[in-house]
């Protein structure tokens, strides 16, 4: 098995990586941005934009946490509400303002690629979700109506759609928005930074932020080699911020999520499955995912308990899952496994963290938040210019730490074993 000393697939393959320097001096600026993954990075290019002064600080390099170690399904709806669900839970107004966010996310994900022309093989030809059973084929075809409702480009696919689509057998039918896709989220992150610097943000690598301070009407963010003033902060650690707020920290569960890649597949085995290059996920708990990268690997993942040896053991899983799933005998062996966090709030939803005046925390993640991060950004950048946190469409609220975090923080990972149970009872019941 190779591949593991890089951080992903994608930072091995994309292109050379340029080092920005570190942030040596102080600086004053409207925006500081800690974070460089695609929430960091869009809402500085959209901040950058409107005439704002902006800075990021990435602890690492860019798309070090997440934003360069997911599985690059664009995916343009939530990880578990559907829109009715999420009107009765935040009201009309502004359920239907957060719905509409998330509507147009794919949408401006490959919108920004073409404007910004960002190499980053991107396919925007729709995502697909197959039902495993008969009560998950009622859901997604509810779900699909709920987006069709609003405009959306959401389709439903009998049975056998959904396998002339996939090539995967034993799905009972499916839905597809065609606005989804997939990309090489590296270079996406790459050319977002690049499309930032270009509009006049300054982004600064290896440049930790260790603690931000209030100092009269301004704030000041310390680094191990420079400070900076500024006018608003914006927190985009995600799952990876560590010790900069230890409220944060207990505001999400971290979920470690496990992604292979594999050698790429003989042409018979590549046109059988996904000829037209969607992404697939399916509606189990512990759910499956595939897509092909440009270079026709086969790319899958999964959630696992993690325990003592899971970065050895758990490849192994997934790879021998995609040989039986997807009746793949000779399936070309693993080249590349990596794993990162996904920052998974109680309620599945986006959220913007009250920390004080003009300091804002905010998570999209929750395993699929490639568009709704992006989307995120670009709407904090309205923040950044000078409307209320409040009066955004993203849900916003001071921190809520989970009780008995400490406990808690795994749980994600540790019920999979009850998750794989529920699926099975789903298809014999
Ligand atoms: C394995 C995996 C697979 C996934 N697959 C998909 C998928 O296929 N589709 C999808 O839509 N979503 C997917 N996701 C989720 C998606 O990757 C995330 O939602 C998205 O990347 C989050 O972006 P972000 O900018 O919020 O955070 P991140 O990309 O995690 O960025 C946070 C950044 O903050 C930096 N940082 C931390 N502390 C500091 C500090 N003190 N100072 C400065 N910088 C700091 C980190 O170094 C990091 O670069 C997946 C997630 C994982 C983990």
């Not at 995967?168 to 065609?178: E, I, L, Q, S, T």
């Not at 992604?259 to 000829?275: E, G, V, Y």
């Not at 008995?404 to 014999?428: I, Q």
Request: with cysteine; charged share 20%.
């Amino acid at each position: 098995m190779g591949g593991q000393e890089a951080l992903s697939l994608w930072h091995a393959v994309s292109r050379d990586h340029r080092l920005r320097p570190a942030l040596e001096d102080s600086l004053d600026v409207d925006l500081a941005v800690a974070g460089g993954g695609f929430a960091g990075l869009s809402a500085a290019l959209h901040a950058a934009g409107k005439g704002l002064s902006v800075a990021v600080l990435e602890a690492e390099i860019i798309a070090w946490g997440a934003s360069g170690r997911n599985a690059g399904f664009v995916v343009p709806n939530f990880a578990k509400m559907d829109p009715d669900a999420i009107v009765a839970h935040l009201g009309a107004e502004r359920g239907e303002r957060l719905i509409g966010v998330a509507a147009g996310s794919a949408d401006l994900v490959f919108n920004l690629i073409g404007r910004h022309n960002i190499a980053c093989d991107a396919v925007q030809n729709g995502w697909i979700q197959a039902a495993h059973s008969s009560a998950a084929l009622e859901r997604i075809g509810s779900r699909a109506k709920q987006w069709a409702e609003r405009g959306r480009p959401a389709m439903m696919l009998d049975r056998q759609q959904t396998e002339a689509l996939t090539g995967a057998r034993g799905y009972v039918g499916g839905w597809m928005d065609r606005s989804g896709g997939v990309l090489n989220p590296v270079e996406f992150a790459r050319g977002l930074a690049e499309a930032a610097e270009t509009a006049g943000a300054r982004i600064f690598e290896h440049t930790r932020v260790t603690s931000i301070d209030r100092s009269s009407d301004s704030w000041r963010l310390t680094t191990p080699s420079g400070s900076l003033r500024a006018g608003k902060v914006l927190i985009a650690t995600n799952g990876y911020g560590g010790a900069l707020n230890p409220t944060l920290e207990r505001t999400y569960f971290p979920l470690k999520v496990f992604q292979i890649a594999t050698a790429p597949l003989p042409s018979k085995a590549r046109q059988r499955l996904l000829p037209g290059g969607h992404g697939f996920s399916d509606t189990k708990r512990n759910l499956i995912t595939f897509r092909f990268d440009a270079q026709n690997r086969l790319i899958s993942g999964g959630m696992h308990v993690v325990s003592a040896g899971a970065d050895r053991r758990v490849p192994r899983t997934i790879w021998r899952r995609l040989v039986r799933r997807l009746e793949l005998s000779d399936l070309t062996p693993i080249e590349y496994s990596w794993s990162g966090i996904a920052a998974i709030e109680p309620d599945f939803l986006p959220h913007l963290i009250d920390l004080g005046p003009d300091l804002l925390a905010a998570r999209a993640c929750n395993g699929r938040g490639i568009a709704m991060t992006t989307a995120m950004g670009k709407v904090l950048a309205d923040w950044a210019a000078g409307t209320e946190a409040r009066d955004l469409p993203l849900p916003f609220a001071p921190p809520a730490p989970i009780r008995f975090h400490g406990l808690l923080r795994y749980a994600p990972n540790m019920l999979l074993p009850w998750s794989m149970l529920r699926d099975w009872l789903d298809r014999t019941g």
